[in-house]
């Protein structure tokens, strides 16, 4: 089945403690991205990728930190993660690298920063 | 900063009626649109995409676009109960790898 997979899906820390979210697609897709979402302000974008080694600033990327080492996934770190990261994060992807069709989201990572 | 302004909601229609949602967008430099449609504590799903001036028509889905006035619409014909969720607009901007920027999104509600 063609999906995008996020672990955890839930996850409660404390500030300060290194967290990371992985992000795994079995398209074979190019584009890859992660968004975060709070009430009244939408989904953001974070970081985005357009190949293997290739990374941009999203719109939010303070406080974050992505790698893209192999083509099927897009890990998010937080180095030093504190209570305004509290967030609902989606890992995105689509198959053209420009990002321009059809993206599709993993089910989500519920964060809640302590 | 580009922005993507819709109003948040919540619309209410009656079943069967037709729900217009709306969004407008700053950069000028913007060629792709999309509509996501996101149930509660689900993730997004793309409803239709549209990157020319008029109309793109999807069963009872229509998305409008016109780049002059910089706005972008999703009309759903017939509207169901099931099709109460938030209904996100995206724009992506041309040329190259670009970011995507969502809108807050509108909540739509069906009445039965």
């Known amino acids: 089945e063609a999906q995008v997979t996020q672990n955890p899906r839930y996850l409660i820390t404390v500030t300060g403690k290194k967290l990371t979210v992985t992000c795994s697609q079995n398209?074979?897709?190019?584009?890859m991205s992660w968004y975060r979402q709070d009430p009244g302000l939408g989904l953001r974008q974070i970081y985005y990728?357009?190949?293997?080694?290739?990374?941009d600033k999203g719109d939010v990327p303070e406080g974050y930190k992505v790698s893209r080492k192999e083509k099927r996934n897009f890990p998010l770190i937080l180095e030093s993660p504190s209570p305004n990261q509290t967030s609902l994060y989606f890992c995105?992807?689509?198959?053209?690298?420009?990002?321009?069709?059809?993206?599709?989201f993993g089910p989500g990572t519920r964060l809640t920063v302590l | 900063q580009k922005e993507v302004e819709q109003n948040s909601g919540p619309l209410s229609v009656p079943e069967g009626a037709i729900a217009s949602l709306n969004c407008t967008y700053s950069d000028r430099g913007s060629q792709s649109f999309f509509w996501y449609r996101q149930y509660s504590g689900k993730s997004p799903e793309l409803i239709m995409f549209?990157?020319?001036?008029g109309d793109k028509e999807d069963g009872r889905f229509t998305a409008q676009l016109n780049k002059a006035s910089q706005y972008v619409s999703l009309l759903i014909r017939d509207s169901q109960p099931s099709d109460s969720a938030t209904y996100l607009c995206?724009?992506?901007?041309?040329?190259?790898?670009?970011?995507?920027?969502f809108g807050i999104g509108t909540k739509l509600q069906v009445i039965p």
């Open positions: 995206a724009v992506m901007s041309s040329g190259g790898y670009q970011k995507v920027t």
């Open positions: 549209i990157y020319s001036n």
């Open positions: 995105a992807s689509s198959l053209d690298r420009r990002g321009t069709d059809t993206q599709y």
């Open positions: 398209m074979n897709h190019e584009y």
């Open positions: 990728s357009m190949n293997v080694e290739v990374t």
